[in-house]
């Protein structure tokens, strides 16, 4: 007995399990590195832990469709309790039955957002930010401000446009972009959008994953315009980088970012007291305020020089493409074989 | 009777010792490989074979495999990227090799560190030192750039030369290993009754070292072949979007794509490529030995 007692307790101190303060509830959210966990930490986490008594574990390991396919491999128990993913693995994730549905009942916030954007993220995501896809360009190298997402085609950028690559959403919202912008479509006539991806291509340096190291490349001057989250853009304006962002006259596809609970979280009431908490009045100012993104809630106070840099399905609703995210999903392992045959050849 | 009951009690006793004691020395690391190993792989296979919305039995993903265009590029790109790292790590590591079996003085420690050295810092640490060296706003074509050698950067980084380049500086010291291992068991005594019989040093090396260390050849040859096919942060990092091969293909399909079961049959092509050419390198080196027993038979 004595024995069996000692190994529950070496596996449990293995595991972690029990570690933190005595009493304390722990709550594990995975979610991204970088600017956005400073940010995050010092802005929601930490009044939140505050709030409410619970201690939360950040881990900044994986992207949103990393995190997924752990969610999936793992069949809902990865080992974290709430997630950062977008509307696509949103969607996915209620269609497998692999994360929970969220209601308002338990998460009373989720009354307060845009109807229209809730719908988009499904049951099971809580829109916690809304990005979109932006034109960030060098001010000191071009001639004049581009207007148009075709600005990426102008000789002017010839070997001065770096391209994300294909497993980076980016990608497949520029390529959507520029079908619309071509006579094309979302997802059914992407044909143009092909076709113009391999112009782009054969004037690009190339193709990078990474947002930070897409990011580089502009710092540093070596290239002058791509395509980026308006929010990680207006961070770069905020340093003081001769930079500037556009939302381009043909519109532009928004990246809905969702807070989710796999189905197998261990600490559901602390994940759900955290939406709720992200979303309500106060923490969604600060968290734009911070990160200069948008909110899926109108009825939030924004920075000035915000303002009239956001987008909201209301008023820009022309401007604001919803594609639907399901479909899309279905589309990518196709487009992704084209991408490789069409448009990564041209580079160089 | 009793002398021949004597005689055989021993061996029998030592027989049934014998039974019991391989299995419990092999048991945990055969448990081991089961869970671990065995039972992964067969899920791998069994996924390849199955459909993905209803789970019935199918051979679309192999199909796909074979006519999509992009697959079995990445498969060739897979092998003829492996072969020539095999080739240059066996070329590259056999002096620094035949050095470290013979050399007697203070500068084999020297050299053996060195060799050595690269396993010190990780794959990914090693690998972003050439991303540094080799692209664009790199070292090397910033030098070049400076001098005015070049008017604009030579494209060393995001191809097959950049990964070759990274995976051999990698793989090197475990070629090394082998090689140094298969020189130092020629005896020496060879090379010095050639050289007193008037044989050249080249043509000692030729004639009598080289050939008799075909076996460290071969196992560098192999262990190069298959640490690079299934390499994967050095592909990713130093090919860039144009260079996939099947280790990156894999990750894709896992982790962005999700799609297991294809990601299975490119699991599956990676394991029978290293396969085929682990046998054929077994099989190469059996035959050579025993067509060098029968002539040495005959020669008696």
């Known amino acids: ?348 | 009777m009793n002398s021949l009951a004597l005689d055989l009690h021993p061996p029998a006793r030592r027989r049934r010792t014998l039974s019991w004691f391989p299995f419990a020395a092999l048991s945990p690391s055969l448990l081991v490989l089961s869970v671990f190993f065995a039972l992964p792989m067969g899920m791998m296979i069994g996924m390849s074979f199955t459909q993905t919305e209803t789970f019935s039995p199918t051979l679309e993903h192999y199909q796909r495999f074979f006519t999509d265009g992009l697959s079995l590029a990445g498969f060739c790109r897979t092998a003829l990227m492996s072969l020539l790292v095999a080739v240059s790590v066996t070329v590259l590591g056999y002096p620094v090799a035949y050095f470290l079996a013979r050399s007697t003085t203070r500068w084999r420690a020297v050299v053996f560190a060195l060799a050595l050295a690269p396993e010190l810092a990780g794959v990914v640490l090693r690998t972003y030192g050439w991303l540094i060296i080799l692209e664009d706003r790199g070292f090397i074509n910033d030098l070049l750039l400076q001098l005015g050698v070049i008017s604009s950067p030579l494209p060393l980084s995001k191809n097959l030369f950049a990964v070759v380049v990274g995976l051999t500086h990698v793989v090197l010291p475990f070629g090394i290993l082998s090689l140094m291992t298969s020189i130092q068991g020629i005896d020496p005594n060879l090379e010095r009754a050639a050289q007193m019989l008037g044989a050249s040093r080249l043509a000692v090396i030729r004639t009598i070292v080289l050939p008799l260390s075909v076996p460290g050849i071969v196992s560098s040859m192999l262990i190069a072949f298959t640490m690079a096919a299934s390499a994967y942060a050095t592909p990713a990092l130093l090919g860039g979007a144009g260079f996939k091969v099947l280790a990156t293909m894999i990750y894709e399909q896992v982790l962005f794509y999700i799609d297991w079961p294809f990601a299975s049959v490119m699991a599956m092509a990676l394991l029978l490529m290293m396969l085929a050419i682990s046998f054929v390198g077994v099989r190469y080196e059996s035959r050579r030995r025993s067509r060098a027993s029968v002539s040495s038979g005959g020669e008696r």
């Open chain 1, 1 to 348: 007995m004595g024995a069996k007692r000692l190994l529950a307790s070496l596996c449990l101190a293995i595991s972690g399990i029990g570690s933190g303060t005595a009493g304390a509830e722990t709550l594990i959210i995975n979610s991204y590195g970088g600017p956005y966990e400073d940010i995050i930490r010092e802005r929601i986490i930490e009044p939140f832990e505050k709030r409410f008594g619970i201690d939360v574990v950040y881990d900044a390991v994986g992207s949103a469709q990393q995190d997924y396919a752990k969610i999936k491999a793992t069949q809902g128990r990865p080992g974290f309790d709430l997630v950062v993913m977008t509307a696509s693995q949103s969607l996915q994730g209620c269609k497998d039955g692999l994360l929970e549905q969220l209601t308002p009942s338990s998460i009373p916030n989720l009354n307060a957002l845009q109807g229209e954007l809730s719908a988009v993220a499904g049951g099971c995501g809580a829109v916690h930010e809304v990005q979109y896809l932006s034109l960030l360009y060098r001010t000191d190298k071009l001639a004049s401000q581009p207007t148009s997402w075709s600005a990426l085609l102008d000789p002017e950028l010839n070997k001065r446009v770096i391209l994300p690559t294909f497993q980076n959403i980016m990608a497949v919202y520029l390529l959507e972009m520029m079908s619309v912008t071509n006579g094309g479509d979302l997802i059914d006539n992407i044909d143009p959008g092909f076709d113009a991806m391999a112009k782009i291509s054969a004037q690009s340096v190339g193709f990078e994953q990474s947002s930070a190291i897409l990011e580089s490349y502009l710092r540093e001057g070596s290239v002058w315009a791509m395509p980026f989250w308006n929010g990680r853009a207006q961070l770069m304006v905020d340093e003081g980088l001769p930079v500037d962002y556009i939302s381009p006259k043909e519109g532009t596809i928004p990246l809905v970012a969702t807070l989710n609970i796999p189905v197998g979280a261990a600490n559901k009431d602390a994940a759900r007291k955290f939406i709720d908490f992200f979303l309500d009045k106060s923490s969604q100012e600060a968290w734009v305020a911070g990160y200069r993104v948008g909110s899926a809630r109108s009825d939030i106070s924004v920075p000035e020089e915000l303002k009239d840099r956001q987008l909201t399905v209301g008023p820009d609703g022309d401007r604001l493409h919803l594609p639907d995210l399901l479909r899309l999903q279905e589309k990518l392992p196709v487009w992704a074989e084209r991408w490789e045959r069409d448009v990564v050849p041209n580079a160089r």
